[in-house]
């Protein structure tokens, strides 16, 4: 009787599982496709970079040029963005302060979005930015035929 109990239950979690990981690669195809677009449009290099984990940050670097936090200027978004994603995964287990860098690594993120939003939808940059935990892959997959609004894009 138990052993049918625990294989209903194995079967649930592993249906729950098979579908996140189906919404979770639909959300990752639409992102890449997205920044895939808008480098293409902008005549970045190596556009097809947006496909693949980590570098996509730097896409994203790339497309933003700047990044500014607060009153800080972060130099160099298209290597800064990669190289905190890389030590939130690495240095993210360190015991006490480890929960710092990820935090930061995710300000940086947000930051960047809001800053991609601000070239090409300036209008809505702070609701999709709002909006972008739940649905920004499909934002970004929105704006990619969009030209930049700002001038020195």
Partial sequence: MYEDNAFGLLAFFGAFAFVFFIIGLIFYIAFAMGLMTLA?????????LAFIPVANLYILGLLIKELKIF???VPSP????????LAGMFLGAIPLIGWIIP???LVLFFGAMYALFNIYVPQSAMLYTILS?????FLVF?????DPVNAKY
């Avoid at 293409?40 to 097809?48: H, L, M, P, S, V």
């Avoid at 298209?78 to 994603?85: K, Q």
């Avoid at 935990?133 to 892959?137: D, E, L, S, Y």
């Avoid at 929105?142 to 969009?146: A, E, K, S, V």
């Fill in 103 to 105: 935090l930061a690594n």
């Fill in 78 to 85: 298209e290597l800064v963005l990669p190289g905190a994603s």
């Fill in 142 to 146: 929105m704006i990619r035929n969009n």
């Fill in 40 to 48: 293409k449009r902008r005549g970045i290099e190596n556009a097809f």
């Fill in 71 to 73: 009153s800080f200027d």
């Fill in 133 to 137: 935990p739940f649905v920004g892959p």
